[in-house]
């Protein structure tokens, strides 16, 4: 495999980069500030941001094979997510953030042409945002299949009943719609029970309940919500690619957003490579640098050497969705769902340990990253889910020979 980059990617790395330097780093401390004064409010500092990437012509770099987007395959965007990830709101700034991401590939892949006529104008253009609706309390959501939420079929329309929490997005005022899954046939065999359908977010019934808290960061403006649903009728083509197909959607959906996710996770933790190496060169403990201090040196190369082999496994996954297709390429996507988040706690933890108490404080952003790393352990799938199929498929290679 040739790692070196496309001439396109290293364009647009090298002016991504520039981008970072020029307007998302020194604008960090405000969106923050921003938030903290309006908690559920939009950043102002973000629609100047998005209008900036839109005439830097960095906008919707994620779609691979669509003429709304660059056009760049998984491996060219790969770098160019990471560095995104260095920061956590950027992505949303170029119009690559999740669940958006997802949603509009699904759209793009599965949505009728008056669905996509519909929804795809607006959140190409970064006016509104969506959000997707699985994971439920009452069930143990890593199997999807256990999903109790209905959707029942009433004439011209659909109604909707069900309890979903840990909904991404919804806390932001610009979300607007719902990709929303749920059971239409009990009675089908298991795979062929579950329905996607798209619910604008303000129909009556539903309701959001509260923001659910990550190590009590409650992630506003952006959110992950506690939502019912009550009767929610829906028109029946709102329904995406027909009853019966929600979980080949989600299997089709998934593969691009785990990935998505682990690239965006070595930038973060390549970030907080860069802010520990900064601290402990500038620290003196006991007489001596912090940076000299022989169990920081073995934690810098450790990082180093997780950061680098997590990198490779997420260009190898990439690679394979190129070349073979997301369903061949479903170990490699399930290991790097594994390694690229627990790398990621683990060198933010000892970035933390690097500057001590400060670093759980809000004068840093180290807190809030590892609560968002940590997070990731879950999106998508546990690391249990993906450790099983990974075993599973090892095993399988060694069926002939038992």
């Known amino acids: 495999m040739d790692f070196t980059y496309s001439a396109r990617t290293t364009e647009l790395l090298g002016r991504l980069g520039a981008f970072m330097d020029a307007y998302i780093y020194p604008n960090e401390r405000r969106y923050h500030e921003e938030v903290e004064a309006n908690r559920w409010g939009h950043p102002p500092v973000l629609e100047e941001l998005k209008a900036k990437a839109k005439a830097a012509g960095l906008w919707n770099l994620f779609l691979p094979d669509s003429h709304h987007g660059a056009r760049l ?126 619910v604008p977010l303000k129909t009556p019934g539903v309701t959001v309940v509260r923001p659910m808290h990550v190590f009590g960061y409650d992630d506003a403006p952006h959110g992950h919500m506690e939502i019912t649903f009550e009767d929610v009728r829906v028109p029946v083509e709102n329904i995406l690619l027909g009853e ?30 860069e802010l520990m190496c900064r601290r402990v060169k500038g620290r003196v403990a006991f007489g001596r640098p912090i940076a000299e201090q022989s169990v920081t040196l073995e934690r810098i190369a450790e990082s180093r050497i997780l950061i680098d082999q997590a990198r490779l496994l997420t260009l190898k996954a990439a690679y394979m969705m190129d070349t073979v297709g997301n369903k061949e390429a479903k170990a490699e996507i399930a290991m790097i769902k594994v390694a690229a988040p627990n790398m990621a706690c683990r060198v933010i933890d000892w970035a933390i340990q690097a500057h001590g108490a400060a670093g759980l404080s809000q004068d840093f952003v180290l807190a809030n990253y590892y609560a968002h790393a940590r997070k990731i352990r879950f999106a998508d799938g546990p690391d249990e889910v993906h450790r099983n199929q990974i075993g599973r498929i090892e095993l399988a290679k060694y069926a002939d020979r038992l």
């Open 73 to 198: 395959s998984n491996v060219e965007y790969a770098p160019l997510c990471e560095m995104m990830g260095r920061v956590q709101f950027s992505s949303q700034v170029f119009n690559c953030s999740a669940p958006d991401t997802g949603n509009i590939e699904t759209l793009e892949r599965y949505g009728t042409p008056e669905q996509k006529a519909r929804w795809l104008p607006p959140l190409l253009a970064g006016e509104i945002r969506s959000a997707f609706a699985m994971t439920e309390p009452d069930v143990a959501s890593s199997d999807a299949t256990n999903i109790r939420s209905s959707i029942r079929r009433d004439g011209d329309h659909y109604v909707i009943n069900g309890h979903k929490w840990w909904i991404s997005g919804v806390g932001d005022a610009r979300c607007e719609l719902l990709i929303f899954m749920g059971k239409t046939n009990p009675d089908a065999p298991k795979h062929l029970q579950q329905s996607m359908i798209l």
């Open 244 to 273: 019966g197909r929600g979980f080949e959607i989600a299997q089709g959906r998934l593969g691009p957003g785990r990935i998505h996710h682990c690239m965006r996770l070595v930038g973060l933790a390549e970030r907080c490579l």
